[in-house]
């Protein structure tokens, strides 16, 4: 990822260039391969994500793993990252805490991402009574208190990772839902669409192709501000008892306990929000190079 | 010394691909009292040209590089900003295109109109009040006094550019520059508005720029023109000598380029013989449109009567013209025809089948025999998909072709459009709108259909190009040979391309009739008065016809 440029395909033949197929994907990745910061947020991405995979090969030690005689202790050969006042390694806890926070970021945006755009799309495109009911449907979601539906969870569940996404999942799709709505009651009154139902193309011919990769620049934008409010729910649901339990971590945890000793253990908090920043700086590169790639009008070739 | 001369005007746009000289070194001056008119198609640079007077040109990217424009001795582009909001809407008043988007839709027009008089001329509110209802009475607003607290919502478009007319003179000023002011409305309207502004000038003694792409709406109220071609006055000189002494090619190409008579006599005699089983028969076909503004309950409830009780007939291989100004309901029959919005009543029989009884899974395999052409090619196009895509699409979907031959099927319908092989990649933005409207035109014969309904396909298109498209209609109409509803607004266009012509008004048919026939001797009161209204390219019967209009404006 972080090598030179591969030199481009030459496709200048245009018969060439059809056969191959002329996707806006293709496209679109043809030109995120030109936005350096995009790829370098792509980069950063999977590199976290590799790590995350190999966590339990390549810690250096393990997440429980405790020496309370060395206490929180400061950077140093042994522990690179610090300690925390248990004596765990916090790059290990780091490492392990990437796993849950990825997870959690990427499954539950990819769930909300995948409801929302649909339920918005169809709302949006159907109109009228569907619409009515289906948006109305979001609104009584809205107005449920969040506490109280996680509380209800546990009580119905118990704890359980999975209701961590099924919390998540449930409250993130409805903004997803609305923006989506939003842009499909704009884009079903514009003539293409008009000329895609005279040519006699179905419904969801006309929402996959005509309606969804012309919404696709606000969801991509929203997406990128989903994941880390995503992993910092987390954190709170965690806090509240639902999600992971000590002595497992994630970067939500390892931040809000680094909060509490920010003033003798500055370092507990420092390292965990610094991945979590990198993180969300390379999600955002990446969001807006993706934004610009998927608009053909954005940039030129 | 005239009040405004600019010399060597020249502003470059610095874009991804480079310099676009914009403007590229212009000079021309007007005198009070008299009317500029700038022609020129979209590119040219005309509107940029007035825009850089006032620095109304977004900076950067834009950049006056050279030039001076003496306003009264005064040069208006090396002066402060200061300086300049005072000039602007005080000594130089812009009235815009687009009536609709010019006016804040938040705040009553009386509003809007006493602003620049209070910032500019330092008055009472009161003062300014009344000095605003006349000014309306001024442009023709009917009870000015109570108008003057409606929203702009409220009024009719040719009555929001006499409004936004009002709001350009209200502070007296030396200077309008009228930007295309009446491309957006109708024609009868256009005469209105046209004649509006020439009757104030006159009485008022202002100077004018007037904008224009058309040529024919220019005869009547310029005294100069000045024809603009990539961003060079390519000639200019006093009315007359443009139109009868012409002397540039370009300008010679403007004006044979206006659709000018009648269609040659059709190879297809029997189009006209009534005889025949038509191809598409209307029979009192009703669309009305809930209007639920006024509240769901039933007795609040307005019914909009789009289309009222039409009835027609269209032959195989006939070019029927739908003719009628907007809101006139000639764009809600074409979709109610394709079944594009629900029906309220009458049948649509085409080919034997009443379309309207048909499921909606019923209709598709009609679909593909029938198509649309829409009138703005920036908006009928997906923006991301290619040409190949958007051409592609109703081949492999209707299976008129298979994923081994459908790039040579494009590629064969592209040169049936005249669209460049090496374009097949590229996205609609990447074209110019006549080159779009040839994708449009592309995808909407695709299906080899037999009907084909053009909904203004050539009203959003410069003159040069509206020829273009037009022949290319005619040519495709020709090799595939079609059937087709030609709507427009345009007498002089439906003149050249239709067999036949109806007229609508208020969702009503009112005449019917052969093209000859019909402009030869219009029978119903409407027709005559469309007719009336088009502007022709000849300054000497324009004027005649200015001077009747104008007339009872100045004595009032």
Not at chain 1, 284 to 300: E, V, Y
Not at chain 2, 156 to 171: D, E, F
Not at chain 2, 351 to 375: E, N, V, Y
Request: proline share 5%; with cysteine; glycine share 8%.
């Amino acid at each position: 990822m972080f090598k030179a440029k591969q030199p481009e395909p030459v496709l200048t033949d245009p018969l060439v260039q059809a056969v191959k197929g002329t996707s806006l994907w293709q496209d679109a990745w043809i030109r995120l391969r030109k936005n350096t910061f995009a790829l370098c947020g792509l980069g950063v991405i999977l590199f976290l994500c590799i790590i995350a995979l190999l966590t339990p090969f390549i810690a250096p030690y393990g997440y429980e793993q405790q020496n309370l005689l060395l206490g929180a202790a400061p950077p140093s050969a042994e522990h690179w990252l610090g300690t925390d006042i248990f004596g765990r390694d916090m790059l290990t806890r780091i490492m392990y805490g990437s796993r849950v926070s990825l997870m959690v970021g990427f499954i539950a945006t990819g769930v909300a991402l995948l409801i929302g755009v649909l339920w918005g799309t169809i709302a949006g495109y159907a109109g009228g009574r569907v619409d009515a009911v289906m948006m109305r449907l979001v609104d009584i979601l809205y107005a449920l208190p969040f506490m109280i539906f996680i509380v209800l969870l546990m009580v119905v569940f118990g704890r359980n990772i999975l209701l961590l996404f099924l919390a998540i999942g449930a409250v993130e799709w409805l903004t997803m839902a609305r923006i989506v709505r939003g842009q499909v009651l704009s884009l079903r009154r514009q003539e293409f669409v008009e000329a895609a139902v005279s040519l006699g193309l179905s419904r969801w011919t006309i929402i996959r192709r005509h309606l969804i990769p012309n919404t696709l620049g606000p969801v991509i934008v929203y997406t990128t501000l989903t994941i880390p409010s995503v992993m910092l729910l987390e954190a709170f649901l965690s806090f509240l008892g639902l999600g992971i339990q000590p002595p497992q971590s994630s970067w939500g945890l390892l931040i809000s306990y680094g909060v509490e000793t920010m003033e003798e253990y500055p370092w507990l908090l420092l390292f965990p929000g610094l991945t979590l920043s990198i993180t969300l700086f390379a999600l955002n590169f990446l969001g807006d190079g993706l934004r610009d790639a998927l608009d053909p009008r954005a940039s030129k070739n | 010394m005239p009040l405004l001369e600019v010399d060597n005007l020249t502003t470059h746009f610095h874009t991804r691909e480079g310099v676009v000289k914009a403007v590229d070194g212009i000079s021309f001056s007007v005198d009070r009292g008299e009317t500029l008119a700038i022609v020129g198609e979209s590119g040219s640079g005309k509107s940029v040209a007035c825009y850089s007077l006032l620095k109304l040109i977004p900076q950067p990217p834009g950049k006056i590089v050279a030039g001076r424009a003496l306003f009264e001795g005064r040069d208006l582009l090396q002066t402060d900003n200061k300086t300049l909001q005072q000039i602007r809407g005080n000594d130089i008043a812009i009235i815009f295109q687009d009536p609709m988007t010019c006016l804040n839709p938040y705040l009553t027009v009386g509003e809007q109109l006493i602003e620049p008089l209070i910032y500019h001329r330092n008055i009472s509110r009161k003062e300014a009040t009344q000095r605003a209802i006349e000014i309306l009475g001024e442009v023709g607003i009917v009870e000015p006094e109570k108008r003057i607290n409606s929203y702009p919502h409220e009024f009719s478009g040719g009555m929001r550019q006499r409004v936004m007319i009002g709001m350009a003179l209200i502070a007296e000023p030396k200077l309008l520059i009228c930007d295309e002011p009446t491309t957006a409305l109708d024609v009868t309207i256009q005469a209105q508005i046209l004649g509006l502004v020439k009757a104030l000038q006159l009485k008022r003694n202002i100077a004018v720029i007037f904008i224009s792409h058309d040529l024919a709406v220019v005869a009547g109220v310029a005294d100069k023109v000045a024809v603009m071609k990539d961003g060079l006055i390519v000639e200019q000189g006093p009315v007359d000598d443009i139109f009868y002494n012409t002397q540039h090619d370009y300008t010679k190409k403007l004006l044979a380029s206006i659709p000018e008579g009648a269609k040659p006599e059709t190879s297809n005699p029997d189009a006209s013989n009534i005889e025949n089983t038509p191809l598409l028969a209307i029979n009192g076909l009703k669309t009305h449109f809930h209007d639920y503004s006024g509240g769901w309950l039933k007795r609040n409830q307005k019914v909009i009567k789009a289309v009222d009780d039409v009835s027609l007939k269209i032959q195989q291989g006939e070019i029927l013209g739908l003719v009628g100004e907007s809101g006139s309901g000639k764009s809600t029959l074409g979709r109610s025809i394709l079944q594009l919005v629900p029906v309220t009543s009458g049948s649509v029989i085409f080919d034997g089948t009443d379309l309207t009884s048909l499921s909606p899974a019923q209709m598709k395999p009609m679909r593909r025999r029938m198509q649309m052409i829409f009138q703005d090619p920036y908006a009928s196009l997906n923006p991301r998909m290619t040409v190949f895509d958007t051409l592609a699409e109703p081949l492999l979907y209707h299976g008129l072709a298979t994923r081994k031959t459908v790039t040579e099927q494009v590629l064969a319908l592209m040169d049936d459009v005249g669209l460049a092989r090496s374009a097949i990649r590229k996205y609609p933005h990447e074209f110019s709108g006549g080159q779009r409207q040839r994708i449009a035109v592309g995808r909407a014969v695709s299906t080899k259909p037999e009907l084909v309904i053009a909904d203004e396909p050539v009203s959003a298109l410069d003159v040069t190009i509206q020829a273009q498209i037009l022949d290319l209609i005619l040519t495709l109409i020709d090799k595939h040979n079609l059937t087709m509803l030609f709507i427009s607004h345009d007498l002089s266009v439906v003149r050249y391309i239709a067999d036949r012509i109806a007229v609508m008004h208020h969702g009503k048919l009112v005449e019917t009739g052969s093209t000859e026939s019909l402009f030869a001797a219009p029978q119903h009161e409407y027709t005559k008065k469309l007719l009336a209204a088009i502007p022709v390219a000849d300054p000497a019967r324009e004027r005649e016809r200015q001077a009747a209009l104008i007339e009872p404006i100045i004595n009032s």
